[in-house]
């Protein structure tokens, strides 16, 4: 049995940081390549960051570059999405996922195994 549970979600206004944490159950997950995507209202679930165990592979959406950072920590099982210099289109509910598979490449949402509820963030103008 594997779950993964998003805290760190809020509202905050223009210009300002979250970050946002996953905590994965199971020690075999460390080894798993992690992720976070997103979803606002009326859009498709887009791929924000990825990291595999050791962080010397990391995937961000363009969108995000130079802004978003992505971490982990391996003997807590849990992966960090710093989040700075928000903006109003980073609106949506972000959704932690990992996957078992060995990849170089982003994950795409077919290749996640396990997925979070997710949490709200909300950036306001």
């Known amino acids: 049995q594997v779950q993964l549970v998003e805290s760190g979600g809020g509202l905050v206004q223009a210009g300002g940081s979250l970050r946002l944490s996953c905590t994965a159950s199971?020690?075999?997950?460390?080894?798993?390549?992690m992720a976070w995507f997103r979803q606002a209202p009326g859009n498709e679930r887009e791929f924000v960051a990825s990291?595999?165990?050791?962080?010397?592979?990391?995937n961000y959406a363009d969108s995000v570059k130079g802004r978003f950072t992505i971490s982990r920590d391996n003997t807590k099982n849990t992966v960090h999405l710093q989040m700075n210099t928000l903006e109003p289109d980073d609106t949506a509910v972000y959704y932690c996922?990992?996957?078992?598979?060995?990849?170089?490449?982003?994950?795409?949402?077919?290749?996640?195994?396990?997925w979070g509820q997710g949490t709200q963030v909300t950036v306001s103008s």
């Open positions: 996922a990992a996957t078992g598979r060995i990849m170089t490449r982003r994950p795409t949402i077919g290749d996640c195994d396990y």
């Open positions: 199971g020690r075999t997950v460390s080894t798993y390549i």
């Open positions: 990291a595999t165990r050791s962080m010397l592979s990391t």
